[in-house]
């Protein structure tokens, strides 16, 4: 798992910190997500797909935390925020998985 930073305001500390968040590992998921297809003619590639987009968007939700303290970000509302790249994710899984089932129909 990577972990992502951004500036935030720490309430607990009362200063600025490198904030701290979870992030899924793309690179991984894109090499099980073509061994997965090549296994099963591009049908496990549609499951693993819809998984890593869970991942995605369940770590999406998560606030960034304060390294020291591991206060959550105040007035954080990470999944309101987030909310056009989980809309573009949602279109990028419908692609790549219409694109497999095609594949996998050949």
């Known amino acids: 798992m990577n972990i992502v930073t ?6 607990h500390c009362k200063e600025m910190r490198m904030g701290q968040r979870p992030s899924a590992d793309h690179v991984l998921h894109v090499i099980i997500l073509l061994i997965v297809s090549a296994v099963t003619c591009g049908w496990g590639g549609i499951i693993w797909l819809l998984i890593w987009f869970i991942d995605t968007c369940i770590n999406l939700a998560k606030p960034y935390r304060c390294p020291v303290c591991g206060t959550p970000e105040s007035g954080s509302e990470p999944l309101v925020k987030n909310l056009p790249l989980i809309g573009v994710g949602i279109i990028v899984f419908f692609v790549i998985a219409i694109i497999l089932a095609a594949l996998a129909h050949n």
Not at 6 to 11: E, G, L, V
């Open 6 to 11: 951004k500036q935030i305001y720490c309430p």
